[in-house]
């Protein structure tokens, strides 16, 4: 079994203390990564502030120049780095290679919008006095990744923060670090200077702490749980650490009589089952409209029916593996719990028999009741339940009626309404017509519990940006 380390200040380290990744298409572990200690993760904190004053001196082309590098890299190695990400995640081959092509337009995109950090001049109130609004990098960045989209997600912090003129620790989730493993690879193959970009692949408890206790680590970029991102808020009062947080997410489909149907099905269906519903802005509740609702629901079982399940690797395949046995779990204690509730399983339901891997059938429940706990808490797994509404009125009030508000879908071609959603909605992004927003020109982040702040776009690279105001008299 191959084994792998932490890219720290510019060297590959080992530990003897080490743990398995396992492939969730088959169950069995098929590469061993070692963990550092503290230490080590306090030295690579002291190699990320000496590294910082040359970096963020560096000119924003220039630090675009090697970002642009990195993107040749991940390009050249853009086949083995998908096939790693199906490996350790799980899912289906063309949408590793999709996560792929993302990322490499996230560091493109990034490298470009360096050169656009504008301060201002501020026209001044008191004669011989000038105001200026200059932007400096925040500092050393500790940043916090899931392994649902293990590479991308990375990227979605590592390329702003690097193109803002800091400096980065990146933590992977330790289900995925071999993608994280091939980006400090890449990093370093593009000539990335020893410090700037680090890998620290360790316990999570241990790493934020450090994070959060030393002053070194002047931002923490978390993607994950909202239950994680809560305690790290708790962590942060003490040393008021800013923190941004993409956290989860609940995100309802509302389908309206006036929708176009063919395109409701293909975008609920990639909505849902793309990532094999463990996308944070996966489809989790998906409200139909009365009059439609039987039409809808039978066209929607016969594409999720043409769904094809099975390893990712696989050619062909649209589902895979959900992440671990205890994400198969959850889901299946969704499932019950749902019917138990009054919804009915109108196809699959079960377990993929005859594979050892975390296999859930694409899953329909119908009529599921607004107890059951499917329509509160996250899916994350290839589950669609549907439930129907009478009026727009309705649907938007129980589109809201959630603790979180990451995305949300609508169907409908009524432009009127279109501005109603937009106005009303409350989530950070609203896909009409479009179950896959995402790019990197746009703002991405959660209102209410998923999450603060931004990814992408222009506020992506806020996010990593202090804003000083320098005020200049005797002039
Ligand atoms: N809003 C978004 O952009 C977004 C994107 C992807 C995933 N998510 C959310 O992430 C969750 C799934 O990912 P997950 O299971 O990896 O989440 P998680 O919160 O368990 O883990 C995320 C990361 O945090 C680390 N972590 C675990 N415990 C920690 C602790 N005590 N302190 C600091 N870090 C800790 C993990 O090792 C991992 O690197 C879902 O809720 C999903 O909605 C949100
Ligand atoms: O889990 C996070 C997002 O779904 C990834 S993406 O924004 O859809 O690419």
């Not at 490996?87 to 996230?106: C, R, T």
């Not at 509302?254 to 395109?263: A, H, Q, S």
């Not at 106005?423 to 519990?449: R, Y």
Request: with cysteine; charged share 20%; net charge neutral.
């Amino acid at each position: 079994m191959k084994s792998y380390g932490s890219y720290l200040d510019g060297k590959w380290v080992s530990t003897e203390d080490t743990f398995e990744v396992v492939n969730p298409a088959t169950a069995e572990a098929f590469a061993r990564v070692s963990r550092i200690n503290n230490g080590q993760l306090k030295g690579a904190l002291n190699a990320a502030e000496a590294a910082l004053p040359a970096w963020r001196a560096m000119t924003a082309k220039d630090r675009g120049a090697l970002l642009h590098r990195v993107a040749d890299e991940l390009l050249r190695r853009k086949s083995e780095i998908a096939r790693t990400i199906t490996l350790e995640n799980g899912k289906p081959l063309a949408q590793s290679e999709g996560e792929v092509a993302m990322s490499i337009d996230h560091l493109q995109w990034f490298a470009e919008e360096a050169r656009r950090v504008y301060g201002r001049t501020i026209p001044h109130q008191v004669n011989g006095k000038r105001h200026l609004v200059v932007k400096t990098p925040i500092g050393t960045v500790g940043a916090i990744a899931p392994w649902n989209f293990p590479l991308v997600l990375s990227v979605r912090k590592v390329a702003p923060a690097l193109a803002a003129g800091c400096t980065v620790i990146l933590k992977p989730a330790t289900q995925t670090p071999l993608c994280a493993v091939a980006l400090a690879e890449c990093m370093e193959a593009a000539g990335v200077p020893a410090g700037v970009f680090q890998l620290a692949i360790g316990n999570a408890a241990m790493i934020s702490r450090e994070f959060l206790t030393n002053p070194i680590c002047r931002k923490i970029s978390f993607t994950g749980s909202t239950q994680v991102g809560q305690e790290l808020i708790r962590g942060a009062a003490a040393a008021i650490k800013p923190l941004s947080l993409e956290l989860g997410g609940l995100a309802p489909v509302l389908v309206f009589d006036d929708c176009d149907l063919d395109r409701a099905i293909e975008q609920t269906i990639i909505a849902k089952f793309r990532n094999t519903g463990q996308s944070c802005i996966a489809a989790n509740r998906i409200y139909v409209q009365k009059t439609i609702h039987k039409e809808f629901v039978d066209r929607f079982v016969a594409a999720t029916n043409r769904l094809k399940t099975g390893p990712g690797l696989e050619p062909g395949m649209d589902v895979g593996p959900v992440v671990n046995q205890s994400a198969l779990d959850m889901a299946l204690g969704q499932i019950e719990d749902a019917v138990q509730k009054g919804a009915r399983v109108v196809t699959g339901g079960h377990r993929l028999k005859d594979s050892s891997g975390f296999f859930l059938a694409p899953t329909v429940l119908n009529g599921v009741t607004d107890d059951a706990e499917c329509m509160s808490e996250e899916t994350f797994a290839p589950i669609a339940p549907i439930a129907s509404f009478d009026t727009e009125e309705e649907a938007i009030r129980r589109a809201n009626d959630s603790c979180y508000g990451l995305s949300a879908y609508a169907m409908t071609r009524d432009i009127g309404r279109i501005f109603r959603l937009s106005e009303q909605i409350e989530a950070g992004t609203l896909g009409i017509n479009d179950g896959a927003p995402s790019t990197s020109q746009s703002p991405f982040g959660g209102v209410k519990q998923s999450g603060w702040g931004r990814e992408l776009g222009s506020e992506g690279l806020e996010a990593f940006l202090e804003t000083k105001h320098v005020s200049i008299g005797g002039v």
